[in-house]
């Protein structure tokens, strides 16, 4: 680890002993090498220790996609984020649209160590993804912390590829999440300030374990609707248990859902499409941007997380599925046949 970054990583480990303050800015990114920040009597050698070797194994991850993939419009060709090196078997953890049909991965590990990777799972419903580096890579894994067990006002370590990337964040809340693009989990971690450098960071406790990966930048971290700018980080409990199944076959079975190919928001009280996916079940039933979901299978709708759970209630991918829609003026009554996401992306091709 490079002076510099050690500086921050200490100075990072002062922050976290002083009390929690909502919008502390945190350690300036322009502190000078070889700066010895005042470190709390309480932190002792072994708990420095410990968050420096987690810091060490947060590695750069660099992908570019394959050339048709369905994904560049809303993510780029080129994107560029964290990872972090866990066990076993020397895997690197990271949020998964960075790899989402990557054609060529890069990581560099803190030593600066570069070398090409291998996909090795892909999971939508938990938003997670793992590669496989070539050869050994130079740092300890990260313990799996319980992020069950983090609460509002903990303050976290956040680490990112690169120099200079050791912050603190406090956690500002703890709860269900929904995203427009068919996505919702449970237990996600929201933390102030935000860093706009957020893709696969490694969210880091005291005891320099994992407790999360970095997923989203957010405008209303503490409170829905209510403006606190902050990140999104995806708990690594949901991991555990999935964890092997996705080494073994590259995605947990249970994250085969329906999808219909739909970007949704609340709006105003009402679900409003925003973004129909080309070629997607949705847009060849004739689904536009701007209408209004009433209803799935029949049922109404009260909000996005309700929306998700219902439509994939009605079966597994490959089952019809009913939308009312208000289209202008229009109600409409639409069926579609889902499919698995997995089966829209594509994929790199093999020799």
Not at 319 to 347: A, N, P, Y
Request: hydrophobic share 40%; proline share 7%; charged share 25%.
């Amino acid at each position: 680890m490079s002076t510099r970054r050690l500086a921050r990583l200490l100075l990072a480990l002062a922050f976290l002993a002083c009390p929690p303050a909502l919008g502390a800015a945190s350690p300036s990114s322009t502190d000078k090498a070889g700066e010895k920040p005042t470190v709390a009597p309480q932190d002792d050698e072994a708990t420095v220790r410990a968050l420096q070797e987690a810091a060490a194994a947060v590695v750069s991850v660099r992908t570019r996609a394959i050339g048709d993939a369905r994904s560049v419009e809303s993510l780029g060709a080129q994107r560029a984020g964290s990872g972090v090196l866990i066990a076993p078997s020397g895997l690197v953890l990271t949020i998964g649209y960075l790899i989402l049909e990557a054609d060529q991965v890069e990581v560099t590990d803190s030593s600066g160590r570069s070398m090409p990777a291998t996909v090795v799972a892909y999971d939508h419903a938990t938003g997670f993804g793992l590669l496989r580096p070539f050869g050994p890579l130079a740092p300890k894994p990260v313990r799996l912390g319980e992020s069950g067990r983090v609460e509002q006002l903990d303050r976290l370590m956040v680490v990112t590829g690169g120099e200079g990337g050791v912050s603190v964040a406090t956690v500002v809340s703890k709860r269900p999440f929904a995203g427009y693009w068919e996505y919702l989990i449970d237990g996600a971690i929201f933390t102030t300030p935000p860093r706009t450098d957020h893709s696969g960071a490694a969210l880091i406790n005291r005891e320099g374990e994992l407790v999360g990966i970095g997923s989203l930048f957010v405008m209303d971290a503490m409170t829905p609707g209510e403006r606190l700018p902050g990140n999104m980080f995806v708990p690594v409990d949901l991991l555990k248990p999935i964890l092997d199944e996705m080494i073994a076959t590259g995605r947990q079975k249970g994250g085969r859902r329906p999808w219909i190919g739909l970007n949704t928001v609340e709006d105003d009280g009402r679900l409003k499409v925003l973004r129909v996916s080309a070629g997607g079940p949705a847009d060849r039933a004739g689904v536009q941007a701007g209408d209004i979901i009433l209803s799935v299978g029949g049922r109404k709708i009260r909000d996005l997380p309700d929306f998700y759970r219902k439509l994939w209630a009605l079966g597994e991918p490959g089952v019809e599925v009913g939308l009312t829609l208000l289209q202008g003026t229009d109600v409409k009554e639409l069926r579609l046949r889902s499919i698995d996401r997995q089966d829209f992306l594509r994929r790199k091709p093999t020799i």
